[in-house]
Protein backbone atom coordinates (compact mmCIF):
# COMPACT_ATOMS: atom_id res chain seq x y z
CA UNK A 1 0.00 0.00 0.00
CA UNK A 2 1.60 3.43 -1.00
CA UNK A 3 3.13 5.16 2.43
CA UNK A 4 0.50 8.79 1.33
CA UNK A 5 -2.40 6.26 2.14
CA UNK A 6 -1.41 5.20 5.50
CA UNK A 7 -2.05 6.75 8.71
CA UNK A 8 0.87 4.46 10.40
CA UNK A 9 3.95 3.40 10.33
CA UNK A 10 2.89 0.35 11.52
CA UNK A 11 3.35 -2.64 9.16
CA UNK A 12 0.05 -4.33 10.14
CA UNK A 13 -1.55 -1.71 8.81
CA UNK A 14 -3.17 -2.99 5.41
CA UNK A 15 -5.81 -1.94 3.14
CA UNK A 16 -8.63 -3.51 2.05
CA UNK A 17 -7.19 -5.33 -0.91
CA UNK A 18 -4.15 -6.85 1.56
CA UNK A 19 -6.59 -7.94 3.77
CA UNK A 20 -9.22 -10.06 1.89
CA UNK A 21 -7.01 -10.50 -1.35
CA UNK A 22 -4.87 -13.52 0.55
CA UNK A 23 -6.19 -17.22 1.26
CA UNK A 24 -7.31 -16.07 4.36
CA UNK A 25 -10.35 -16.51 6.31
CA UNK A 26 -12.64 -14.39 8.99
CA UNK A 27 -14.38 -16.30 11.42
CA UNK A 28 -16.95 -14.71 13.61
CA UNK A 29 -16.92 -16.31 16.87
CA UNK A 30 -20.48 -18.84 16.97
CA UNK A 31 -22.18 -17.23 19.81
CA UNK A 32 -20.74 -13.69 19.21
CA UNK A 33 -23.71 -10.59 18.68
CA UNK A 34 -25.32 -10.57 15.71
CA UNK A 35 -24.23 -7.85 13.08
CA UNK A 36 -25.96 -4.48 13.89
CA UNK A 37 -24.62 -1.79 11.76
CA UNK A 38 -27.41 0.65 11.58
CA UNK A 39 -28.36 2.73 8.09
CA UNK A 40 -26.28 6.08 9.68
CA UNK A 41 -23.16 3.79 10.09
CA UNK A 42 -23.50 2.83 6.05
CA UNK A 43 -24.71 6.85 5.47
CA UNK A 44 -21.02 7.60 6.98
CA UNK A 45 -19.06 4.54 5.56
CA UNK A 46 -20.65 6.13 2.17
CA UNK A 47 -19.57 10.13 3.18
CA UNK A 48 -16.13 8.47 3.84
CA UNK A 49 -16.05 6.49 0.46
CA UNK A 50 -17.58 9.49 -1.84
CA UNK A 51 -14.82 11.54 -0.08
CA UNK A 52 -12.26 9.57 -1.23
CA UNK A 53 -13.40 9.50 -4.68
CA UNK A 54 -14.21 13.10 -4.87
CA UNK A 55 -10.10 13.85 -3.22
CA UNK A 56 -11.42 15.53 -0.12
CA UNK A 57 -9.63 12.83 1.70
CA UNK A 58 -6.79 10.41 0.41
CA UNK A 59 -6.97 7.49 2.85
CA UNK A 60 -9.93 6.47 5.95
CA UNK A 61 -8.55 4.75 8.62
CA UNK A 62 -11.14 1.88 9.54
CA UNK A 63 -9.39 1.02 13.04
CA UNK A 64 -7.99 -1.94 14.66
CA UNK A 65 -8.98 -4.86 14.19
CA UNK A 66 -8.17 -7.81 16.84
CA UNK A 67 -8.05 -11.02 15.66
CA UNK A 68 -6.76 -14.08 16.71
CA UNK A 69 -4.70 -17.13 14.48
CA UNK A 70 -6.06 -20.56 14.76
CA UNK A 71 -4.33 -23.43 14.33
CA UNK A 72 -4.36 -25.28 10.87
CA UNK A 73 -2.61 -27.23 8.23
CA UNK A 74 -0.33 -25.39 6.47
CA UNK A 75 -2.13 -26.22 3.56
CA UNK A 76 -5.44 -25.04 4.38
CA UNK A 77 -6.43 -21.33 4.21
CA UNK A 78 -5.21 -19.29 7.38
CA UNK A 79 -7.89 -18.77 9.36
CA UNK A 80 -8.45 -16.02 11.69
CA UNK A 81 -10.97 -15.33 14.53
CA UNK A 82 -11.93 -12.02 14.89
CA UNK A 83 -12.40 -11.11 18.56
CA UNK A 84 -13.44 -7.40 17.94
CA UNK A 85 -13.88 -5.96 14.65
CA UNK A 86 -17.05 -8.00 12.92
CA UNK A 87 -18.58 -4.71 12.49
CA UNK A 88 -16.50 -2.81 9.99
CA UNK A 89 -14.96 -6.41 8.18
CA UNK A 90 -18.48 -7.89 7.83
CA UNK A 91 -19.85 -4.29 6.51
CA UNK A 92 -16.93 -3.95 3.92
CA UNK A 93 -17.65 -7.58 3.01
CA UNK A 94 -21.32 -6.66 1.81
CA UNK A 95 -19.96 -3.78 0.40
CA UNK A 96 -17.61 -5.67 -2.54
CA UNK A 97 -20.77 -8.36 -2.28
CA UNK A 98 -22.64 -5.27 -3.41
CA UNK A 99 -20.29 -3.79 -5.69
CA UNK A 100 -19.70 -7.20 -7.31
CA UNK A 101 -23.75 -7.43 -7.63
CA UNK A 102 -23.97 -3.74 -9.30
CA UNK A 103 -21.35 -4.26 -12.19
CA UNK A 104 -23.51 -7.60 -13.00
CA UNK A 105 -26.24 -5.65 -13.53
CA UNK A 106 -24.69 -2.94 -16.14
CA UNK A 107 -23.10 -6.61 -17.54
CA UNK A 108 -19.41 -6.00 -16.87
CA UNK A 109 -18.73 -9.79 -15.80
CA UNK A 110 -15.37 -9.69 -16.81
CA UNK A 111 -14.79 -7.40 -13.42
CA UNK A 112 -17.21 -8.65 -11.56
CA UNK A 113 -15.74 -11.97 -11.72
CA UNK A 114 -12.58 -10.95 -10.67
CA UNK A 115 -13.18 -9.30 -7.66
CA UNK A 116 -15.56 -12.13 -6.76
CA UNK A 117 -12.91 -14.65 -6.91
CA UNK A 118 -10.47 -12.39 -5.46
CA UNK A 119 -12.24 -11.05 -2.16
CA UNK A 120 -15.24 -13.19 -1.76
CA UNK A 121 -14.13 -16.65 -2.15
CA UNK A 122 -11.66 -19.10 -1.95
CA UNK A 123 -11.25 -20.40 -5.13
CA UNK A 124 -9.99 -23.83 -4.74
CA UNK A 125 -11.09 -26.98 -2.58
CA UNK A 126 -10.78 -27.37 1.19
CA UNK A 127 -11.55 -28.94 4.13
CA UNK A 128 -13.36 -25.29 5.28
CA UNK A 129 -17.59 -25.87 5.75
CA UNK A 130 -17.86 -22.89 3.31
CA UNK A 131 -15.66 -21.17 0.36
CA UNK A 132 -16.80 -17.70 1.56
CA UNK A 133 -14.02 -15.82 2.81
CA UNK A 134 -16.08 -14.64 5.66
CA UNK A 135 -17.78 -16.96 8.04
CA UNK A 136 -20.71 -14.79 10.07
CA UNK A 137 -21.97 -16.03 13.34
CA UNK A 138 -24.84 -18.47 14.50
CA UNK A 139 -27.75 -15.29 13.76
CA UNK A 140 -26.14 -14.12 10.40
CA UNK A 141 -25.01 -17.06 8.28
CA UNK A 142 -28.66 -17.71 6.79
CA UNK A 143 -28.17 -14.40 5.45
CA UNK A 144 -24.80 -14.39 3.83
CA UNK A 145 -25.83 -17.47 2.23
CA UNK A 146 -28.72 -15.58 0.73
CA UNK A 147 -26.68 -12.74 -0.32
CA UNK A 148 -24.46 -15.16 -2.42
CA UNK A 149 -27.66 -16.86 -3.78
CA UNK A 150 -28.84 -12.91 -4.80
CA UNK A 151 -25.30 -12.79 -7.06
CA UNK A 152 -24.92 -15.94 -8.56
CA UNK A 153 -28.80 -16.02 -9.23
CA UNK A 154 -27.28 -14.34 -12.53
CA UNK A 155 -26.98 -17.17 -14.64
CA UNK A 156 -24.08 -15.50 -17.05
CA UNK A 157 -22.42 -14.20 -14.24
CA UNK A 158 -22.21 -17.85 -12.50
CA UNK A 159 -21.09 -19.41 -16.31
CA UNK A 160 -18.54 -16.62 -16.50
CA UNK A 161 -17.39 -18.15 -12.44
CA UNK A 162 -17.81 -21.52 -13.92
CA UNK A 163 -16.55 -24.36 -12.77
CA UNK A 164 -17.00 -22.44 -9.48
CA UNK A 165 -19.60 -23.29 -7.47
CA UNK A 166 -20.70 -21.64 -4.25
CA UNK A 167 -20.91 -23.81 -0.95
CA UNK A 168 -23.03 -22.22 1.47
CA UNK A 169 -22.01 -21.69 5.18
CA UNK A 170 -24.22 -24.66 7.44
CA UNK A 171 -27.11 -22.24 7.64
CA UNK A 172 -28.82 -21.15 11.39
CA UNK A 173 -30.54 -17.81 12.19
CA UNK A 174 -33.22 -15.88 9.90
CA UNK A 175 -32.59 -15.33 5.97
CA UNK A 176 -33.60 -11.73 6.36
CA UNK A 177 -32.48 -9.55 9.16
CA UNK A 178 -29.29 -6.74 8.91
CA UNK A 179 -26.98 -8.45 6.71
CA UNK A 180 -29.34 -8.80 4.19
CA UNK A 181 -30.81 -5.25 4.59
CA UNK A 182 -27.01 -3.38 4.32
CA UNK A 183 -26.58 -5.50 1.33
CA UNK A 184 -29.04 -4.24 -0.03
CA UNK A 185 -28.73 -0.33 0.92
CA UNK A 186 -25.30 -0.87 -0.22
CA UNK A 187 -26.21 -2.22 -3.83
CA UNK A 188 -28.90 1.19 -3.83
CA UNK A 189 -25.82 3.49 -3.16
CA UNK A 190 -23.77 1.80 -5.56
CA UNK A 191 -26.55 1.53 -8.40
CA UNK A 192 -27.67 5.83 -7.48
CA UNK A 193 -23.82 6.61 -8.11
CA UNK A 194 -24.05 4.42 -11.18
CA UNK A 195 -27.10 5.97 -12.49
CA UNK A 196 -26.06 9.62 -11.83
CA UNK A 197 -22.48 9.69 -12.72
CA UNK A 198 -21.96 6.64 -14.76
CA UNK A 199 -20.05 2.91 -14.79
CA UNK A 200 -16.63 4.64 -13.89
CA UNK A 201 -18.59 6.10 -10.96
CA UNK A 202 -18.79 2.56 -9.82
CA UNK A 203 -14.65 1.67 -10.29
CA UNK A 204 -13.82 4.76 -8.44
CA UNK A 205 -15.71 3.65 -5.41
CA UNK A 206 -14.40 0.30 -5.63
CA UNK A 207 -10.64 1.42 -5.90
CA UNK A 208 -11.13 3.63 -3.27
CA UNK A 209 -12.74 1.20 -1.13
CA UNK A 210 -10.18 -1.50 -1.84
CA UNK A 211 -7.04 0.80 -1.78
CA UNK A 212 -7.60 3.92 0.31
CA UNK A 213 -9.13 2.55 3.38
CA UNK A 214 -7.25 0.90 5.89
CA UNK A 215 -7.15 -1.27 9.30
CA UNK A 216 -4.48 -2.14 11.42
CA UNK A 217 -4.70 -5.80 12.39
CA UNK A 218 -3.48 -7.09 16.00
CA UNK A 219 -3.38 -10.66 15.99
CA UNK A 220 -3.52 -11.64 19.55
CA UNK A 221 -1.91 -14.93 21.82
CA UNK A 222 -4.88 -15.51 23.43
CA UNK A 223 -8.42 -14.04 22.58
CA UNK A 224 -9.30 -13.00 25.98
CA UNK A 225 -7.16 -10.38 25.95
CA UNK A 226 -8.62 -8.80 22.53
CA UNK A 227 -11.24 -7.08 24.98
CA UNK A 228 -8.61 -5.40 27.26
CA UNK A 229 -6.55 -4.55 24.31
CA UNK A 230 -9.84 -3.00 22.14
CA UNK A 231 -10.63 -1.37 25.12
CA UNK A 232 -7.47 0.28 25.26
CA UNK A 233 -6.76 1.61 21.85
CA UNK A 234 -10.73 2.84 21.84
CA UNK A 235 -10.28 5.18 24.90
CA UNK A 236 -12.68 8.24 23.90
CA UNK A 237 -9.99 11.33 24.18
CA UNK A 238 -10.84 14.43 22.07
CA UNK A 239 -8.78 14.14 18.72
CA UNK A 240 -6.46 16.96 17.83
CA UNK A 241 -7.44 19.09 15.09
CA UNK A 242 -6.00 20.96 11.91
CA UNK A 243 -6.82 24.43 14.58
CA UNK A 244 -4.90 22.93 17.48
CA UNK A 245 -1.72 21.87 14.94
CA UNK A 246 -1.95 25.18 13.59
CA UNK A 247 -2.33 27.09 16.81
CA UNK A 248 0.33 25.16 18.22
CA UNK A 249 2.63 25.80 15.29
CA UNK A 250 2.07 29.70 15.02
CA UNK A 251 3.57 29.74 18.96
CA UNK A 252 6.36 27.39 18.36
CA UNK A 253 8.01 30.69 17.16
CA UNK A 254 8.09 32.54 20.24
CA UNK A 255 8.13 29.34 23.10
CA UNK A 256 11.41 30.89 24.26
CA UNK A 257 10.19 34.11 25.09
CA UNK A 258 8.53 35.82 28.29
CA UNK A 259 4.98 34.25 29.16
CA UNK A 260 3.74 38.13 29.27
CA UNK A 261 4.84 38.38 25.74
CA UNK A 262 3.00 34.92 24.64
CA UNK A 263 -0.34 36.13 26.25
CA UNK A 264 0.21 39.40 24.69
CA UNK A 265 0.58 37.90 21.08
CA UNK A 266 -2.36 36.02 22.14
CA UNK A 267 -4.65 38.22 23.02
CA UNK A 268 -3.46 40.64 20.67
CA UNK A 269 -4.04 38.20 17.62
CA UNK A 270 -4.94 35.17 17.59
CA UNK A 271 -7.76 35.72 20.40
CA UNK A 272 -9.79 38.01 17.68
CA UNK A 273 -8.85 35.74 14.50
CA UNK A 274 -10.07 33.12 16.61
CA UNK A 275 -13.61 34.20 18.46
CA UNK A 276 -14.42 35.53 15.25
CA UNK A 277 -15.16 31.93 14.11
CA UNK A 278 -17.71 31.76 17.19
CA UNK A 279 -21.73 30.84 16.51
CA UNK A 280 -23.51 30.79 19.58
CA UNK A 281 -22.26 27.20 20.98
CA UNK A 282 -20.83 26.39 17.90
CA UNK A 283 -17.26 27.19 15.96
CA UNK A 284 -16.90 27.36 12.50
CA UNK A 285 -12.91 27.53 13.33
CA UNK A 286 -12.08 24.05 12.06
CA UNK A 287 -14.21 24.19 9.31
CA UNK A 288 -12.48 27.16 7.56
CA UNK A 289 -8.39 25.55 6.93
CA UNK A 290 -9.62 23.17 4.12
CA UNK A 291 -11.13 25.74 1.98
CA UNK A 292 -8.42 28.31 2.85
CA UNK A 293 -5.85 25.66 2.18
CA UNK A 294 -7.43 24.84 -0.88
CA UNK A 295 -7.27 28.70 -2.29
CA UNK A 296 -3.52 28.45 -1.61
CA UNK A 297 -2.91 24.91 -3.33
CA UNK A 298 -5.95 23.47 -5.66
CA UNK A 299 -4.25 20.14 -5.12
CA UNK A 300 -4.21 19.87 -1.85
CA UNK A 301 -6.03 17.11 0.52
CA UNK A 302 -7.80 17.61 3.25
CA UNK A 303 -5.07 15.23 5.48
CA UNK A 304 -2.33 17.63 3.87
CA UNK A 305 -3.69 21.24 4.71
CA UNK A 306 -1.51 21.26 7.97
CA UNK A 307 1.68 20.18 6.32
CA UNK A 308 1.62 22.43 3.61
CA UNK A 309 0.34 25.69 5.69
CA UNK A 310 3.42 24.29 7.90
CA UNK A 311 5.63 24.50 5.36
CA UNK A 312 4.56 27.85 3.69
CA UNK A 313 4.98 29.59 6.94
CA UNK A 314 8.96 27.86 7.31
CA UNK A 315 10.54 31.37 6.56
CA UNK A 316 8.04 33.41 8.91
CA UNK A 317 9.24 34.18 12.58
CA UNK A 318 6.32 36.33 13.30
CA UNK A 319 3.37 34.69 14.77
CA UNK A 320 1.14 38.17 13.83
CA UNK A 321 2.44 37.67 10.63
CA UNK A 322 0.97 34.04 10.11
CA UNK A 323 -2.18 35.04 12.01
CA UNK A 324 -2.76 37.81 9.35
CA UNK A 325 -2.34 35.81 6.20
CA UNK A 326 -4.81 33.09 8.10
CA UNK A 327 -7.32 36.01 8.25
CA UNK A 328 -7.28 37.13 4.59
CA UNK A 329 -10.10 35.22 3.97
CA UNK A 330 -11.72 34.70 6.93
CA UNK A 331 -14.98 37.06 6.36
CA UNK A 332 -15.26 36.20 3.06
CA UNK A 333 -16.10 32.46 4.77
CA UNK A 334 -17.98 33.86 7.11
CA UNK A 335 -20.63 35.43 5.04
CA UNK A 336 -20.84 32.44 3.20
CA UNK A 337 -21.13 30.07 6.66
CA UNK A 338 -23.55 32.58 7.90
CA UNK A 339 -25.19 35.15 5.72
CA UNK A 340 -23.44 38.29 6.49
CA UNK A 341 -21.68 40.90 4.77
CA UNK A 342 -18.17 41.34 7.19
CA UNK A 343 -16.82 42.24 3.50
CA UNK A 344 -19.58 45.04 2.98
CA UNK A 345 -20.39 44.24 -0.34
CA UNK A 346 -23.38 46.01 -2.12
CA UNK A 347 -26.88 45.15 -1.70
CA UNK A 348 -27.35 43.32 -5.40
CA UNK A 349 -23.82 41.20 -4.21
CA UNK A 350 -24.52 40.55 -0.33
CA UNK A 351 -28.02 38.65 -1.71
CA UNK A 352 -26.73 36.69 -4.07
CA UNK A 353 -24.38 34.75 -1.71
CA UNK A 354 -27.10 34.66 0.96
CA UNK A 355 -29.19 32.84 -1.90
CA UNK A 356 -26.17 30.72 -2.34
CA UNK A 357 -26.56 29.58 1.26
CA UNK A 358 -30.44 29.68 1.76
CA UNK A 359 -30.57 27.20 -1.74
CA UNK A 360 -27.93 24.66 1.10
CA UNK A 361 -24.78 25.45 -1.91
CA UNK A 362 -22.29 22.72 -0.70
CA UNK A 363 -18.96 24.13 1.10
CA UNK A 364 -17.22 22.50 -2.16
CA UNK A 365 -18.21 25.95 -3.94
CA UNK A 366 -16.13 27.88 -1.20
CA UNK A 367 -12.63 27.93 -2.80
CA UNK A 368 -13.94 29.76 -6.29
CA UNK A 369 -16.47 31.77 -4.47
CA UNK A 370 -14.19 33.14 -1.45
CA UNK A 371 -12.07 34.43 -3.74
CA UNK A 372 -14.34 35.61 -5.93
CA UNK A 373 -15.80 37.88 -2.64
CA UNK A 374 -12.24 38.90 -1.67
CA UNK A 375 -11.52 39.95 -5.88
CA UNK A 376 -14.53 42.14 -5.71
CA UNK A 377 -13.12 43.84 -1.70
CA UNK A 378 -10.25 44.92 -3.76
CA UNK A 379 -11.64 45.87 -6.87
CA UNK A 380 -9.97 43.28 -8.96
CA UNK A 381 -13.74 42.76 -10.16
CA UNK A 382 -16.75 44.45 -10.70
CA UNK A 383 -19.95 43.99 -8.50
CA UNK A 384 -22.45 43.63 -11.69
CA UNK A 385 -19.94 40.70 -12.78
CA UNK A 386 -20.02 39.01 -9.38
CA UNK A 387 -23.81 39.19 -9.54
CA UNK A 388 -23.72 37.72 -13.16
CA UNK A 389 -21.12 34.94 -11.97
CA UNK A 390 -22.98 33.82 -8.71
CA UNK A 391 -26.41 33.85 -10.95
CA UNK A 392 -24.30 30.93 -12.67
CA UNK A 393 -23.38 29.25 -9.97
CA UNK A 394 -26.83 29.24 -8.14
CA UNK A 395 -28.30 28.43 -11.70
CA UNK A 396 -25.72 25.12 -11.99
CA UNK A 397 -26.06 23.78 -8.25
CA UNK A 398 -30.11 24.60 -8.55
CA UNK A 399 -30.93 22.50 -11.38
CA UNK A 400 -28.52 19.69 -10.37
CA UNK A 401 -30.54 19.38 -7.09
CA UNK A 402 -33.89 19.59 -8.62
CA UNK A 403 -32.73 17.02 -11.00
CA UNK A 404 -31.58 15.15 -8.19
CA UNK A 405 -27.73 15.34 -9.33
CA UNK A 406 -26.29 14.55 -5.75
CA UNK A 407 -23.21 17.22 -4.91
CA UNK A 408 -20.44 14.44 -5.01
CA UNK A 409 -17.85 15.43 -7.85
CA UNK A 410 -18.40 19.40 -7.05
CA UNK A 411 -15.36 19.45 -5.15
CA UNK A 412 -13.13 18.99 -8.34
CA UNK A 413 -14.73 20.98 -10.28
CA UNK A 414 -14.66 24.35 -7.74
CA UNK A 415 -10.86 23.77 -6.29
CA UNK A 416 -9.45 24.50 -9.39
CA UNK A 417 -11.78 26.52 -11.13
CA UNK A 418 -10.08 30.05 -10.11
CA UNK A 419 -6.84 29.14 -11.40
CA UNK A 420 -8.48 28.06 -14.32
CA UNK A 421 -10.31 31.03 -15.04
CA UNK A 422 -6.64 33.19 -14.54
CA UNK A 423 -8.15 34.92 -11.64
CA UNK A 424 -10.23 36.79 -13.98
CA UNK A 425 -13.63 34.50 -14.65
CA UNK A 426 -16.33 35.81 -16.64
CA UNK A 427 -20.15 33.55 -16.95
CA UNK A 428 -18.96 32.03 -20.24
CA UNK A 429 -15.79 31.23 -18.92
CA UNK A 430 -16.87 29.22 -16.12
CA UNK A 431 -19.71 27.87 -17.86
CA UNK A 432 -16.82 26.43 -19.93
CA UNK A 433 -14.48 25.24 -17.20
CA UNK A 434 -18.05 23.06 -15.26
CA UNK A 435 -18.59 21.53 -18.72
CA UNK A 436 -15.39 20.41 -19.40
CA UNK A 437 -15.90 17.93 -16.22
CA UNK A 438 -17.90 14.91 -18.18
CA UNK A 439 -18.98 13.19 -15.31
CA UNK A 440 -20.63 16.28 -13.28
CA UNK A 441 -24.09 17.24 -14.65
CA UNK A 442 -24.88 20.44 -15.99
CA UNK A 443 -28.82 19.59 -16.78
CA UNK A 444 -30.49 21.60 -19.69
CA UNK A 445 -33.92 22.96 -19.70
CA UNK A 446 -36.34 19.74 -20.28
CA UNK A 447 -34.55 17.91 -18.11
CA UNK A 448 -35.25 20.27 -15.22
CA UNK A 449 -38.40 21.17 -16.35
CA UNK A 450 -39.25 17.13 -16.62
CA UNK A 451 -38.01 17.04 -12.89
CA UNK A 452 -40.00 20.36 -11.74
CA UNK A 453 -43.32 18.06 -13.39
CA UNK A 454 -42.50 14.39 -12.03
CA UNK A 455 -39.71 14.14 -9.11
CA UNK A 456 -40.88 13.88 -5.61
CA UNK A 457 -39.12 17.38 -4.62
CA UNK A 458 -40.67 17.23 -1.07
CA UNK A 459 -37.41 16.30 1.83
CA UNK A 460 -35.21 17.51 -1.10
CA UNK A 461 -32.55 20.29 0.50
CA UNK A 462 -33.47 22.61 -2.49
CA UNK A 463 -37.30 22.67 -1.95
CA UNK A 464 -37.52 25.23 0.71
CA UNK A 465 -35.86 27.68 -1.31
CA UNK A 466 -37.34 27.14 -4.69
CA UNK A 467 -41.13 28.13 -2.78
CA UNK A 468 -39.22 30.54 -1.36
CA UNK A 469 -37.71 32.46 -4.92
CA UNK A 470 -41.38 31.68 -6.41
CA UNK A 471 -42.96 33.73 -3.42
CA UNK A 472 -40.34 36.16 -4.06
CA UNK A 473 -41.14 36.48 -7.94
CA UNK A 474 -44.96 37.44 -7.31
CA UNK A 475 -43.95 39.94 -5.23
CA UNK A 476 -44.40 38.41 -1.83
CA UNK A 477 -42.15 40.56 1.58
CA UNK A 478 -42.34 37.32 3.58
CA UNK A 479 -38.79 37.31 4.51
CA UNK A 480 -36.40 34.17 4.19
CA UNK A 481 -36.75 30.39 3.55
CA UNK A 482 -40.48 28.95 4.85
CA UNK A 483 -40.16 27.29 8.43
CA UNK A 484 -42.73 24.50 7.23
CA UNK A 485 -43.63 22.75 3.80
CA UNK A 486 -47.07 22.32 3.27
CA UNK A 487 -48.71 19.25 1.32
CA UNK A 488 -52.44 20.64 -0.02
CA UNK A 489 -52.70 17.20 -0.93
CA UNK A 490 -51.87 15.62 2.15
CA UNK A 491 -49.29 13.06 3.03
CA UNK A 492 -51.97 11.30 4.62
CA UNK A 493 -55.51 12.46 3.57
CA UNK A 494 -58.70 12.09 4.66
CA UNK A 495 -60.73 9.87 3.12
CA UNK A 496 -62.66 12.59 1.40
CA UNK A 497 -59.91 13.74 -0.69
CA UNK A 498 -60.04 10.22 -2.80
CA UNK A 499 -62.87 11.35 -4.65
CA UNK A 500 -60.72 13.63 -6.72
CA UNK A 501 -57.52 12.03 -6.28
CA UNK A 502 -57.29 7.77 -6.83
CA UNK A 503 -54.57 6.25 -4.48
CA UNK A 504 -52.33 6.04 -7.30
CA UNK A 505 -52.49 9.80 -7.80
CA UNK A 506 -51.91 10.15 -4.82
CA UNK A 507 -48.69 8.49 -4.52
CA UNK A 508 -47.33 9.88 -7.60
CA UNK A 509 -48.93 12.99 -6.54
CA UNK A 510 -48.00 13.97 -3.50
CA UNK A 511 -44.51 14.78 -3.20
CA UNK A 512 -44.18 17.09 -6.13
CA UNK A 513 -43.17 20.51 -6.20
CA UNK A 514 -46.72 21.95 -7.81
CA UNK A 515 -48.40 20.48 -4.48
CA UNK A 516 -46.14 22.08 -2.03
CA UNK A 517 -46.83 25.80 -0.49
CA UNK A 518 -44.45 27.46 1.87
CA UNK A 519 -46.14 28.02 5.38
CA UNK A 520 -45.18 28.68 8.88
CA UNK A 521 -45.42 25.90 10.85
CA UNK A 522 -48.20 26.64 13.40
CA UNK A 523 -50.34 26.93 10.50
CA UNK A 524 -49.45 23.95 8.75
CA UNK A 525 -50.08 22.18 11.81
CA UNK A 526 -53.46 23.20 12.34
CA UNK A 527 -54.50 22.44 8.96
CA UNK A 528 -53.94 18.74 8.95
CA UNK A 529 -55.24 16.62 6.79
CA UNK A 530 -58.73 18.26 6.04
CA UNK A 531 -60.35 18.80 2.87
CA UNK A 532 -59.41 21.69 0.54
CA UNK A 533 -62.56 23.80 0.65
CA UNK A 534 -60.88 24.33 4.81
CA UNK A 535 -57.46 24.57 3.67
CA UNK A 536 -58.33 27.07 1.25
CA UNK A 537 -60.07 29.72 3.27
CA UNK A 538 -57.12 29.38 5.59
CA UNK A 539 -54.27 30.08 2.65
CA UNK A 540 -56.35 33.05 1.18
CA UNK A 541 -56.98 35.19 4.54
CA UNK A 542 -54.06 33.87 6.97
CA UNK A 543 -50.97 32.95 5.36
CA UNK A 544 -48.12 35.69 5.73
CA UNK A 545 -46.90 34.00 1.93
CA UNK A 546 -48.14 36.04 -1.30
CA UNK A 547 -47.52 32.58 -2.91
CA UNK A 548 -50.12 30.43 -0.64
CA UNK A 549 -52.83 33.49 -1.03
CA UNK A 550 -52.32 33.64 -4.57
CA UNK A 551 -52.46 29.63 -4.92
CA UNK A 552 -56.02 29.92 -3.15
CA UNK A 553 -57.27 32.63 -5.62
CA UNK A 554 -56.19 30.79 -8.48
CA UNK A 555 -57.55 26.85 -7.73
CA UNK A 556 -60.78 26.85 -6.76
CA UNK A 557 -60.76 22.87 -6.61
CA UNK A 558 -57.57 20.67 -6.69
CA UNK A 559 -57.65 18.35 -8.51
CA UNK A 560 -55.18 15.79 -10.28
CA UNK A 561 -55.85 18.01 -13.81
CA UNK A 562 -54.82 20.87 -11.60
CA UNK A 563 -51.76 19.94 -10.38
CA UNK A 564 -50.73 19.38 -13.49
CA UNK A 565 -51.66 22.94 -14.92
CA UNK A 566 -49.73 24.09 -11.72
CA UNK A 567 -46.39 21.86 -12.65
CA UNK A 568 -46.42 23.76 -15.81
CA UNK A 569 -46.63 26.96 -15.00
CA UNK A 570 -43.56 26.32 -12.03
CA UNK A 571 -41.49 24.17 -15.08
CA UNK A 572 -41.21 27.09 -17.51
CA UNK A 573 -40.58 29.75 -14.31
CA UNK A 574 -37.69 27.63 -13.08
CA UNK A 575 -36.06 27.38 -16.19
CA UNK A 576 -36.49 31.17 -16.89
CA UNK A 577 -35.34 31.87 -12.95
CA UNK A 578 -32.60 29.16 -13.09
CA UNK A 579 -31.98 30.09 -16.85
CA UNK A 580 -28.00 29.10 -17.43
Known sequence: MPKRQRLTNNSDETDITSLLSGDTVFAIPYFQRAYKWKPERLDQLNTDLLSLVDETSDFHFLGAIIIHGRRSNPSEPDVYEVIDGQQRITTIFLYLCAIVRALCRKKEYADAAGLFQKY?????????????????????????????????????????????????????????????????????????????????????????????????????????????????????????????????????????????????????????????????????????FFPYGLIQDPNIRKSEVYTKLRAKWRDINDPEEIVKQLAEYQDSFLDMECGTNHQGHPKDVHHRFVRLREANAPTSIYPFTMQLSNALKSSEIDADSVVALLNVIESFLVRRAVCGHEPTGLHAVFKKLWAECKSTPTPAKVIEEIRKHRTVVWPGAEEVKSAIKTRALYGSSVTAYILAEWNRSLGGDQPGIPHWIEHVLPDKPAPAWFESFTESEHEKMKDRLANLLPLSQEMNQSLGNGPYSVKKAVYADDSGFKATRKFAEEYSQWTPEALQQRSETLAKWAISRWSY
Open 120 to 288: LVIGRETSLPTNSKLQPCKDDRAQLNWVFDDILADKDFAEKIAPFKYKPIPASGSDNGRVRKNYRAALRFFDSQVKQEGLDRLTALYKSLLESMSVVQIDVWDPINGPKIFDSLNSRQEPMTTGDLVRNEIFSRVANEQPETIETIDQRSWQPFYEKFKQGENSLFDSY
